[in-house]
């Protein structure tokens, strides 16, 4: 008996892709589907990095085809393809960015700087091509946290700025240019006005993610990135410490205000675990992050431990994704970037390259 193609489509339809928690063929994902006699091949287009989970989902739908009678030989191409996404209204694309991602916070001092980076090293271990703009001109932390301290972006034709790179990931501040001893004492235009030069005069290459490590608060500069920036989604970065959750709900609502989706809600310092006796203890609270999920129906992406070597690597230049990749907290940031990278796929996707330009002319 041969095969049919919509027997394959059910044998697929029982196999769950574990980061979206949709089947192959609801989530649009099965491509290519071919079958010669007995013989079956077909593809799978991911729409997140996973260079982690490409093994394992390819074992997966095989497994799941070759529960069909009479099947013969089973080949999936399992493959990611990063797309731009939907964005504010009115607001353009940066060219050779395809997605922003806002990491914010509504203070300072909760490490939405460390889970920035972090972040944007988890999604390029996924296979993704990441960019990281520190847009905090007032305490720029990117170039110590990348190791990159000391050096300054080159130029090639006086206009623009070559973006400098670490661990695989492309990278702007204005901690380059200026000595890590001098304070930017700026007002408030002259800070918006750097920023635009930081985003739109360095040479992005092809980058699927641009993670923003935003200026803690909701003033003046806040307001003019989430407005002016073409910006994907928001991730907001707290501490269950009562103080942190009210500051973190404003930077919530601003980027309501301005119609960008948050896309969940990350839990610093949650625990903290003695290193001597092993106790456990919720320095700061315990349920904050999650009880602010459920007030404002968003998702708890995850949360991070209150651990000195996280701490201890970002200060040396060597963030925990890549200064311990077999630790738990780097599987809690990969877990965290994976899920973020799933729920910007699901978004709309931008269409503003397909419509063509209209022009009118008196004739």
């Avoid at 203070?107 to 939405?112: A, I, L, R, Y």
Wanted: hydrophobic share 40%.
């Amino acid at each position: 008996m041969s095969l049919s193609e919509q027997q394959i489509r059910t044998a697929l339809s029982g196999a769950v892709d574990p980061n979206t928690g949709k089947d192959f063929v609801a989530g649009k994902t099965l491509k290519n589907l071919r079958i010669d006699g007995a013989d079956v091949s077909f593809d799978i287009e991911l729409g997140y990095p996973a260079k982690s989970q490409i093994d394992p989902i390819r074992k997966q739908v095989i497994a799941a085809v070759r529960t069909l009678p009479g099947v013969g030989n089973v080949s999936a191409n399992v493959y990611s393809k990063i797309v731009a996404h939907s964005v504010q209204m009115g607001v353009k694309l940066l060219p050779g960015v395809k997605n922003i991602i806002a990491v914010a916070s509504g203070k300072g001092g909760v490490g939405k700087s460390t889970t920035a980076v972090n972040l944007a090293l988890a999604l390029a271990q996924e296979g993704a091509s990441v960019g990281i703009l520190d847009a905090d001109i007032y305490g720029p932390s990117q170039p110590q946290m990348l190791g990159l301290a000391g050096r300054q972006p080159e130029s090639t034709d006086g206009q623009s700025m070559e973006p400098l790179e670490a661990y695989g990931v492309q990278a702007m501040s204005i901690g380059f240019m200026v000595d890590v001893e001098t304070p930017m004492v700026w007002r408030g235009p002259m800070v918006a006005q750097a920023l635009d030069q930081l985003l739109n005069q360095t040479n992005w290459r092809d980058v699927d993610y641009l993670v923003v490590d935003m200026p803690p608060g909701t003033g003046d500069t806040q307001l003019s990135l989430a407005q002016k920036v073409p910006v994907t989604g928001a991730v907001i970065v707290t501490t269950p410490q009562d103080i942190a959750l009210i500051d973190a709900r404003k930077g919530l609502k601003m980027f309501e205000k301005v119609n960008i989706p948050i896309l969940g809600i990350v839990e610093n310092m949650s625990i903290h675990v003695c290193t001597n006796c092993g106790h456990a203890e919720h320095i700061f609270g315990e349920g904050g992050g999650e009880k602010m999920c459920a007030d404002y129906d968003t998702e708890f992406l995850g949360s991070l431990p209150l651990e000195m070597a996280i701490r201890q690597m970002a200060d040396g230049g060597k963030p925990t994704v890549v200064g311990a990749p077999d630790s738990k907290a780097a599987e809690i940031y990969r877990a965290i970037a994976r899920r973020i990278a799933v729920k910007i796929a699901e978004k709309a996707k931008d269409m503003t390259s397909k419509f063509p330009n209209i022009v009118v002319q008196n004739t």
